[in-house]
Structures are given as C-alpha cells and as structure tokens.
C-alpha cells in the first residue's frame, strides 16, 4: 500500500501507526487471528458499517473472540474483496452526525476479516468453510432481488450464482461433513430489507434441496437444527466520504475502502433470547433486540425509511440532484417528499399515529445530517424490487383507504418509468436524466432489457406513452400483479411522464 511518503508498508502496521490515539490497537489486531465463527455473503458498505463493526465491539469486549470470512454474492463484488485483500482485509470506520443534541465524530480501524474468498473463483474454498468446527453464523445482505429462487442444476464443482443456492450447497456440505450433527446446525441472519426474510431464505434453501433430490434427512436437518432468523436492519451507511483525503492526508495513508455511518443503528431480531449467548450483541451494551414478534418493527422502517428513500432516489435521480441531504434540503423537493412522508406513508402503518409520526421525524432529521453524504446513486441499485417492496404496499393502500391516489408516490412511480429509457453501453446499462446526463443503472439484466424494448417502440413511433405505461404496469414479473387494474393509476403515471418528456433537454 502506498503511503504519504511513498513507503510500502503493511496495513497491519499502517494500523497500529496511524491509530495510535486508540487503546488497545495492538489487541484489535489479534482478532484478526481468532477462529471463523461467522460467514458473512455480502462485502458492500452497509454490512461493513453494520454487521461488522458490532462484531469488532464484541471482540474487542472480549465477549465473542470470532472472526469473519466474506464472501461477495455476485461476480461483480469481486473488484471490493480484491481491495479488502490489498488492506489485509483492514478498512476505517467513520461515525459522525448528532446525537442528542451533540456532534459525533469517531474514527476507528475494523479488523474482523480473516478470510476473503472469492466464490467464483474460489468456490472449493467457499465450501470448505463448511467443514469448520468454529462456524456458527452466516450474515447476509444482498439487496431484496437477491432472496429470489433461481432454478439451476446441481453440479457441487462449480459455482451456483444465486445466495441461497450457494448457501444450500454449503449446508449440505456440513451435514455431510458432521454426519448429520445436531449440534452442527447454523443461526442465519438474512439482513436483505424484505419481511420474514428468515422464512424467505429457508424456504428457497428447501426448494434447492427437494430440486436438487437432497436426502430428506438432510431437509429434516435444515429445519430442526438450522435456526433462520427474521431480522430488520437499520442504519444509514454512505459507505466512501467525499473529503476522504482530508482524513489520509492526517493518518499519512490511503484506505479505498473507508466507509462512513451515522450514530444512529437499531436491529431487531425475531427470536430466543437465549440466541444471545451466541451472538452476545445485547451484552456489548449494542441497540440491539431479540423480539418475539418482528412486524410493527418491520413495516415501520422499511416503508418510512426505506420507502421515503426508494422515493427519493427515483424523482431525485431524474430531476438532477445527487445525494440524500441535497434534494431534503431542496425547497420544492424537499417540502413535497416529506409531505408525502407523513401524509401518504405514515397514516398507513399499523401503529399509534402519534408514535409513527415521531419515528419518521426522526427519520427526516437523519436525512439532513450533515455528516452524512448518502448518494441517491447507490439507493437506486435495484430500484424496481425496492419500490415493490417499499413504497407499492403504502399506494396500494392508500387507494383503498382514501379511495384516490397518494401524489408524489404515484409521481415517484412515473420518475421510475421515465429513469429507466435504458440503454447498454459496453456492457453496462444507463438512464437518463431529464437534462439529458446520463446515470448509472444497476438492477436485474432483463427487467432492464425490457424497458429499454419498451422505449425503444416508443422511440420508433410503435407505441405511444399510454402503450408503454401498459406494457410495464401490467408485467406480473416486475410487479406481481396487474397494476393497470388500480384506479387511475394508469391515466396518471402516463400524464406525468409526458409532462416529463416536455422538459427533456
């Protein structure tokens, strides 16, 4: 790694020389060195600013003495494990924003990863973590598309490109390693923002058994001695900060992977407290709850947090702002996406009015955190699954309750429609803003694909914009249902997105 002065030097030793404020800097990087206890699918900003740091406080509380081997879920995470490896598997935490009135700033060295395996290229590997006495947990985060069952052969020499399939194959490499061991079972902790996405998981993980003609023993042993937890995460994790040289430029080294959170998190876990004495998150003194009843929790965050960005990130994306903060502190756009917040969102979450609503102003300060540079660019990733899973159950919603349409949902809909006139070059896929720069599009190849068929008939005088709208709210696979079958939806996304096309430039 390069330094400020040009020297090559271990980031083991960058560690403890830049950090040498922290106490316990030596002992951090012991833990580095602990047995793998926990297998961890996912290598991207939110685990590492989430998952990973709370297992750093546990270690470095003496209460876990784990370590973590990550693994990437998609052929396109490897460029990330690559640059993990490059750090020794080290990378910096930023913790800044307000907290009860004060400023936070906190910098620390997370050294929890002792293996990097690339699954794709290193997929005997991957399996042979199966066989490890200390394994006990498997974490995961790979956006809501990746809980999805995609059919594939059994074939255990090569790579299976879906999470749960890898995950099946892993468990079965376990039971037939510990011959079928009770005690050999896992505690898996899906942190991917769908509902009950313990049973999600499970549930596919049994599909890929009965498919793939798996002894039923081994279906017998997934259900009884693997416990699938259904967990809800929260925290905003904006992953590289913009005046990262600022900071390398003090420690007199570089960390690519440098990642930033607020100091606000919460995980609620939906299961025995006696878990804890696995995974002693709780004893760490961690916002941390084992509940019995996930729900309320659930439908609270993914539609007021998460719905409120999904809507943020598509009318945002179009209209030409960039980050969280920029377009709350906007004056239009700021003003009508949090009224849409507490007007079209909030009422329709199954608690007391007075309680939700103090959550989600809770929520619209932590979008005006300073410290905080969230890029609508990497909310958008998948966009299409996350405004079905967090903003279609508060329309749909709406309209039964109110007998009309919520405005800016609905306009947010549209801005989704309009984003996604993709076109693929060189191999990446692009939308476009309305003044006309182009942006990034990372969601499912063929969803993709078929709006881009889709605009191009518009494009090619084959369909007008009312043909288009039909086409794509009437697609169950992007949907699940017919959405040309709600009231007024149709007439209005297609008046909103010509409204749009008027001010392309």
Known sequence: METKTGENRSWKRIGRDSFKHQERVHQDMA?????????????GNFLRGFFDWMIY????????????????PRPGGRHKLEQLR????????????????????????????????DPYTEWADFLKLAELDSLDIVVSNTTEAGLDYQQSDWNPFEPVMSYPGKLTMLLYRRYAHFEGSPDKGLMLLPCELLERNGDILKSIVLRHAQ???????????????????????????????AEAQTYFDKWGCEDRLLNTAEPYYFWAIEGDPALESRLPLQKAGLQVSWVPDLTPYQVRKVRILNGTHTLMASIG???????VREM??????????HSAMLQEIVPLVPLPLEEVGAYAETVWERFRNPYIQHKLQDIAMNS??????????????YVRTYNQLPEVMTVGLASLIMLYDAEKINGQWYGKRLHGEQVVLRDDPASLELFHQAWRKVDGK???????????????????????????????????????ELKVT
């Open 31 to 43: 833990m580095m060195n602990y047995p793998v206890k926990v297998l961890q699918i996912g290598e």
């Open 57 to 72: 406080e546990c270690n470095r509380q003496g209460l876990f003495q784990g370590s973590i081997a990550v693994s990437q």
């Open 86 to 117: 490059e750090q020794e598997g080290i990378y910096g935490l930023l913790t800044r924003g307000l907290q009860n009135g004060r400023k936070i700033e906190k910098e620390q060295w997370i050294p929890v990863f002792s293996e990097l395996i």
């Open 211 to 241: 498919d793939w003609g798996l002894p039923s023993a081994f279906r017998s042993w997934v259900v009884e001695h693997n416990v699938f937890l259904n967990s809800l995460v929260d925290r905003i994790v904006t992953g590289y900060p």
């Open 317 to 323: 994306l179009l209209q030409g702002f960039h980050e």
């Open 328 to 337: 709350a502190e906007n004056k239009e756009w700021g003003e009508r996406i």
């Open 384 to 397: 299409i699954s996350k405004f079905k899973v967090r903003l279609l159950p508060s329309l749909m919603g």
């Open 462 to 500: 084959e369909w007008t914009i009312p043909d288009l709208v039909t086409s794509i709210l009437g697609n169950p696979e992007l949907w699940e249902a017919d959405l040309n079958e709600v009231p007024n939806l149709h007439e209005s996304v297609s008046r909103y997105i010509e409204e749009m």
